[in-house]
């Protein structure tokens, strides 16, 4: 469903030139769960932002579905972000004068949708959150705070979630929930891409891609949950 | 849930900087509504004195004098026609007043409409000082000149009272009692009128009749003031008619007078505009100042709209709604800032206007409002759209 070619991305100009991604080609078939490792500064986020068009690419190609999505115009991709794909980041980037309900169906009033918040209210329940829809973003735990922001990227059913170190600023404990989470949610046929540092949240993936200055030096397919790397 | 309930929460968050984007707002509305306020009562307060003018018209005598010269020798200034008007002319100056007036604002009764007081002027000495002592019909000179009032003693009651205008019993040294010699007859003084910063403060005025008897005018009077009692009386066209139709007169239409002055009112209130529109500009430039602000503050949530699917025009109605806010606020402040503004400045514009706040102008500056915020909100708004999602969150 995804098809990543040759994708190379260079931040900057002239002696201040990085390149982030170089040359970088990968591919996730449908209902595949792929990690990506790497040391910090490697261009794992930069290998997201270039998949959910949050930046362009220097040279390559996306391709979606079979649809060619890198070279869509700002408008155009905003149908993208309405149903194929969805973020969720480390720092989860909700509204903070909405609640956890409001920042929920935030997705389906820009597609105005606006009756659908029965959707939301399944979504929090899902992520375990039934007793705290009406708290905003500043009353929740970390935790909690990365779980409306999973439901929030559930509910345009996106056939691909994007997560850049979603258990980057959680205890283990909490992390391994969010983890079990996502878990689920592959299990339910949602293709995910996950960025991570933690090799022991890596291995619950299917696939592991390790990027190094840009390039990808290893793939790991993990035969089964619960293998070792 | 909808964008503007978004857009409301977002604003119940930061009220102070939207109540500061409304100042902007306010500014410009309270000069407009201010303005329009003390202009209001300005042109109020002429048509006031139209009232207050009393006569609406003056019939004269028609004079021409013609210089007559035989070459370069003058042989002085001939006069053609009388110098009064026979009082026998009054019925007939009535009924084409009030004709008039009944055909324009078609009214069918005969009950007289307007005031008609004639009165004859003669120049007189009193206690050796000469002035003019005019004869009136005291009760329908006194339905004209409402302001008059008297300062001591009592009006006109009886044929040998005078009443003596307030810088004559100054110069002259009357009190009510005094007698004023006239001609063959003895006045007695009744009062004393207020100043009244007119020409009457130098007048003695006795009754029509009696002047009439002491000076052999029988019959006779130097003027007739006519007051038609309603502000959308046709005077031009009174004034023409009694032209065309009594031989010997003049009638003048006294709005002529208050023209000139309202055209000064006019011009004081199109400054005092264009110094509010220059006001109006400057509260776009503060609204624009804080919206920018307000895009700065709000990048990250910008973003986060963008990454879960906000289109580049639903993030300008975000702004555009916020727009609204700001101007509704700023309408209903800036009306009763503009009406306070009005009651404390009105009296140093225009001396004795009196202001009034006027309910029509809620929704003139509610409009004004809004209109400033949306055009000041323009261009933050497409700010707001060039802000790229991984921007907004490298920003942090
Ligand atoms: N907007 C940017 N401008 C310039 N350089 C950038 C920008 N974003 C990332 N980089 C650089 O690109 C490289 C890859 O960054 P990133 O993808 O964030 O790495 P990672 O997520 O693996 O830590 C780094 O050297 C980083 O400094
Ligand atoms: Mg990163």
Same mark, same amino acid.
């Given at each position: ?14 002696? &201040?030139?990085?390149? &982030? ?5 990968? =591919? &996730? ?38 649809? #060619? ?6 408008? &155009?991709? /905003? ?26 169906? +935030?997705? +389906? ?17 899902? /992520?375990?959150? =039934? #007793? ?14 990365? #779980? /409306? ?14 997560? $850049? =170190?979603?258990?980057?600023?959680? $205890? ?11 878990? $689920? ?24 891609? /390790?990027?190094? $200055?840009?390039?990808?030096?290893? #793939? ?10 | ?34 303005? %329009? @306020? ?107 000149? @409402? ?8 009006? *006109? ?71 038609? *009692? ?21 009638? %003048? ?6 023209? @000139? ?78 009406? %306070? ?22 929704? *003139?500056? *509610? ?30």
């Amino acid at each position: 469903m995804l098809e990543i070619k040759n994708a190379s991305k260079i931040y900057g100009e002239g002696s &201040a030139q990085v390149v &982030a991604l170089n040359n970088v080609s990968l =591919e &996730a078939g449908k209902g595949g769960f792929i990690s990506i490792m790497g040391p910090s500064g490697s261009g794992k986020s930069t290998l997201l932002s270039i998949i959910g068009g949050l930046e362009r690419l220097s040279s390559g190609e996306v391709f979606l579905d079979g649809m #060619r999505i890198d070279n869509l115009s700002e408008d &155009a991709f /905003v149908n993208i972000r309405r149903g194929k794909i969805s973020y969720v980041f480390q720092q989860y980037y909700l509204l903070p004068s909405l609640t956890a309900l409001e920042n929920v169906t +935030l997705p +389906l009033t820009f597609e105005r949708h606006s009756g659908h918040s029965e959707r939301a209210l399944e979504l929090l329940k899902r /992520v375990g959150l =039934e #007793r705290r829809i009406h708290h905003k973003p500043g009353e929740l735990s970390g935790g909690e705070q990365q #779980r /409306v922001a999973i439901a929030r990227a559930l509910v345009t059913a996106p056939s691909l979630i994007l997560a $850049d =170190e979603p258990t980057g600023n959680m $205890d283990k404990k909490t992390g391994d929930e969010i983890m079990s989470l996502f878990n $689920d949610l592959n299990q339910e046929g949602h293709t995910i891409i996950m960025v991570t540092h933690n090799p022991e949240i890596a291995r619950h993936t299917r696939e592991i891609v /390790v990027l190094q $200055d840009g390039q990808i030096v290893e #793939r790991i397919r993990c035969e089964g949950r619960g293998n070792q790397l | 849930m909808k964008l503007y309930q978004i857009v409301l929460k977002d604003i119940m968050r930061r009220k102070r900087r939207v109540l500061y984007a409304a100042l902007g707002v306010v500014i410009g509305t309270m000069t407009v509504v201010g303005v %329009l @306020t003390i202009a209001f009562a300005g042109e109020n307060r002429i048509y006031g004195q139209l009232e207050k003018y009393g006569a609406n018209l003056t019939i004269i005598p028609a004079i021409s004098r013609i210089d007559t010269k035989v070459g370069n020798l003058s042989l002085g200034t001939l006069s053609i026609g009388e110098n009064y008007i026979s009082e026998s002319y009054l019925p007939k100056i009535r009924e084409i007043a009030d004709g008039e007036i009944r055909t324009a604002l078609n009214i069918k009764d005969n009950e007289p409409i307007s005031i008609i007081a004639p009165k004859l002027y003669v120049n007189a000495e009193v206690r050796g000082i000469s002035l003019v002592v005019t004869g009136i019909q005291s009760q329908d000179e006194l339905s004209i000149k @409402t302001w008059w009032q008297v300062r001591e003693g009592e009006f *006109l009651k009886t044929d040998n009272q005078a009443v003596v205008g307030a810088l004559t019993a100054e110069l002259l040294k009357l009190k009510v009692g005094d007698g004023i010699p006239l001609n063959k007859s003895v006045l007695v003084v009744s009062g004393i009128l207020e100043e009244t910063g007119s020409s009457e403060d130098y007048q003695v005025m006795v009754p029509l009749a009696t002047l009439q008897k002491a000076y052999n005018k029988e019959g006779l009077i130097s003027s007739v003031e006519i007051r038609a *009692l309603c502000n959308a009386c046709p005077v031009e066209l009174i004034a023409l008619a009694l032209n065309q139709n009594i031989p010997g007169i003049k009638a %003048l239409a006294v709005k002529q007078i208050a023209n @000139t002055e309202m055209d000064l009112v006019q011009k004081v209130n199109r400054l005092m505009l264009s110094l509010a529109g220059i006001t109006l500009v400057i509260g776009v430039f503060g609204v624009v100042n804080t919206m920018m602000t307000s895009v700065h503050e709000r990048t990250r949530d910008i973003g986060i709209m963008r990454a879960v699917g906000a289109s580049r025009w639903q993030i300008i109605q975000v702004f555009m709604y916020e727009a609204l806010v700001i101007g509704v606020i700023g309408g209903v402040l800036g009306y009763l800032a503009g009406t %306070l503004l009005a009651y404390g400045i009105g009296p140093l514009i225009f001396e004795s206007a009196s202001i009034s706040y006027i309910p029509q102008f809620i929704p *003139l500056s *509610l409009g004004i409002a809004v209109a400033v915020a949306a055009v000041a909100t323009v261009y933050p708004a497409l700010r707001a759209t060039r802000i790229r999602i991984a921007e907004a969150f490298r920003s942090l």
